[in-house]
C-alpha cells in the first residue's frame, strides 16, 4: 500500500530469490478413520529431489475429512530445488502420490 515507506524502512534493500521453492498443504476428498499411513509411500515423497520436508498429519484411527482449509490438509510438504522445472516435476508427482499416504478402515 506504501512501497514508498517500505523502501525508506528497509534502505532500499529488495528481495532476491535465491532457489525456487513452496510448501504444498496437500487437499483431499477422503473420508472416513485412517487405518494406517503407508510409510512407503511418504518415504516416496520424501526421496524426490526438492522435497525438503514431508508431514503426514494423521495417524490411525484419526478421523479424516475432504479439506476445507489449510487446518484440513491431512499432509504438508516443503520443497525446493535449482531450477523450477525440477520443483514442478516433483510437485507433479507428489499430487499424484497424497491421496496413496492414508488408506481408510
Given at each position: 500500500?506504501?512501497?514508498?515507506?517500505f523502501?525508506?524502512?528497509?534502505?532500499?534493500?529488495?528481495?532476491?530469490?535465491?532457489?525456487?521453492?513452496?510448501?504444498?498443504?496437500?487437499?483431499?476428498?477422503?473420508?472416513?478413520?485412517?487405518?494406517?499411513?503407508?510409510?512407503?509411500?511418504?518415504?516416496e515423497?520424501?526421496?524426490?529431489?526438492?522435497?525438503?520436508?514431508?508431514?503426514?498429519?494423521?495417524?490411525?484411527?484419526?478421523?479424516?475429512?475432504?479439506?476445507?482449509?489449510?487446518?484440513?490438509?491431512?499432509?504438508?510438504?516443503h520443497?525446493?530445488?535449482?531450477?523450477?522445472?525440477?520443483?514442478?516435476?516433483?510437485?507433479?508427482?507428489?499430487?499424484?502420490?497424497?491421496?496413496?499416504?492414508?488408506?481408510?478402515?
Amino acid at each position: 500500500m506504501h512501497p514508498d515507506r517500505f523502501i525508506e524502512q528497509y534502505g532500499g534493500r529488495t528481495y532476491r530469490k535465491l532457489r525456487p521453492a513452496a510448501v504444498y498443504n496437500a487437499p483431499t476428498t477422503l473420508d472416513g478413520v485412517v487405518a494406517f499411513v503407508d510409510q512407503s509411500v511418504v518415504d516416496e515423497i520424501a526421496a524426490l529431489d526438492s522435497v525438503f520436508t514431508v508431514s503426514a498429519k494423521l495417524r490411525p484411527g484419526a478421523r479424516i475429512s475432504p479439506t476445507v482449509d489449510l487446518l484440513t490438509s491431512p499432509l504438508r510438504a516443503h520443497l525446493t530445488a535449482d531450477d523450477d522445472e525440477r520443483l514442478t516435476a516433483d510437485y507433479e508427482r507428489l499430487t499424484k502420490l497424497k491421496d496413496d499416504v492414508y488408506h481408510l478402515a
